[in-house]
């Protein structure tokens, strides 16, 4: 190359020095301009992956709280069965000693009565035999329209302490 092409070529670049110049600029200001954006988007991406890593840690000891409570749903249910096997047991106990009581109870008054007169009409108790028809010294005792009975007698015990708790 000679002296006057070189001479032509600095024209040339200095023409187009200043573009260049401002196109490097140019270029120099996006490529910061996206470094910065890509910051920021990292920033947000780092930002949002801890929010979802605090959803995800919360939600998952959520999680065991509420397997926790199923449990323990699970153990009172148990518990409340239980007790309700042995309240119910309990109660059937309490009613078989209150028929057994009430059964002794009617024993004993019924032993306790020998004779019974209910409006001149006697009644023998519940341990002689139906067809039980007083001595002719017995009679004696009796009232006098009262006669030895035509047939059996029936007599109810349950009747008879009705009547004696009126």
Request: aromatic share 10%; charged share 30%.
């Amino acid at each position: 190359m000679g002296d006057g092409e070189v001479a032509e070529l600095f024209k040339i670049a200095n023409g187009y020095l200043p573009r260049v110049r401002l196109e490097y600029d140019k270029l120099n200001w996006e490529k910061n301009s996206l470094r910065n954006e890509l910051n920021a988007w990292k920033f947000e991406i780092d930002n949002a992956a801890r929010i979802y890593q605090g959803f995800c840690d919360r939600n998952f000891a959520l999680k065991n709280r509420v397997d926790q409570l199923h449990l323990s749903i699970s153990d009172l249910e148990n518990k409340k069965a239980e007790l309700e096997k042995t309240t119910t047991q309990r109660q059937h106990s309490a009613e078989i000693q209150e028929n057994n009581a009430y059964n002794s109870n009617l024993n004993l008054e019924i032993e306790q009565e020998d004779v019974i007169f209910t409006n001149d009409i006697f009644i023998p108790p519940s341990n002689i035999a139906s067809d039980y028809y007083p001595t002719e010294h017995e009679m004696h005792n009796y009232h006098s329209q009262i006669e030895p009975p035509s047939g059996k007698l029936i007599f109810d015990t349950r009747d008879l302490f009705r009547y004696q708790q009126e």
